[in-house]
């Protein structure tokens, strides 16, 4: 773990990150709650293939790690120590991974341990579910037309 906080005043304007043009609400961040911040982060960069973004303690107590799935412009976040993202672990349900083979994606989650159904279509969408280790449900969804 490190700690990567930068100062405000210390932040380029030029990061590199697309502007926000106004009117817009970006969803870049969704709260993973878990037992186990360790186990979690290993699940998801492991085994789902997620990257590291961040994994720092900026105070004593708290820990917080980003990470986001390929491709994606959302990342999710495994924290402690933090009463804003207090929820009971496991109880985050049906977040969708859209891909665009469902069948290799699935594969590729099946050779990197992770337990997942049987493709299933529902009427023309196709659906993959699994969870993690404290329960949370994702699928992975493949809408053809895309």
């Known amino acids: 773990m490190t700690d990567t906080s930068t100062p405000a005043n210390e932040i380029s304007k030029d990061s590199g ?10 969803l870049e ?5 878990v037992t186990d911040v360790e186990r979690a982060k290993a ?3 492991d085994q789902l293939g997620f990257r590291l973004d961040v994994d720092v303690n900026p105070k004593p107590g708290i820990r917080i790690v980003q ?3 390929p491709g994606s412009a959302c ?5 402690e120590g933090l009463p804003t993202l207090d929820m009971p672990p496991g109880t985050l349900r049906g977040l969708h991974l859209v891909v665009a083979d469902i069948e290799a994606s ?4 099946v050779e990197r341990g992770v337990e997942i159904s049987e493709v299933e279509d529902l009427g023309g969408v196709f659906y993959a579910y699994f969870a993690d280790p404290d329960g949370n449900t994702w699928c992975l969804q493949h809408m053809p037309w895309r």
Do not use: C, H, M
Not at 17 to 26: A, E, H, I, S
């Open 75 to 79: 990342s999710i976040t495994l924290a």
């Open 106 to 109: 699935r594969a590729e989650l």
């Open 43 to 45: 699940f998801y960069q």
């Open 67 to 69: 990470l986001t799935p």
């Open 17 to 26: 990150d697309p502007p926000v043009p106004p009117g817009t609400l970006l």
């Open 29 to 33: 961040l969704v709260p993973v709650p």
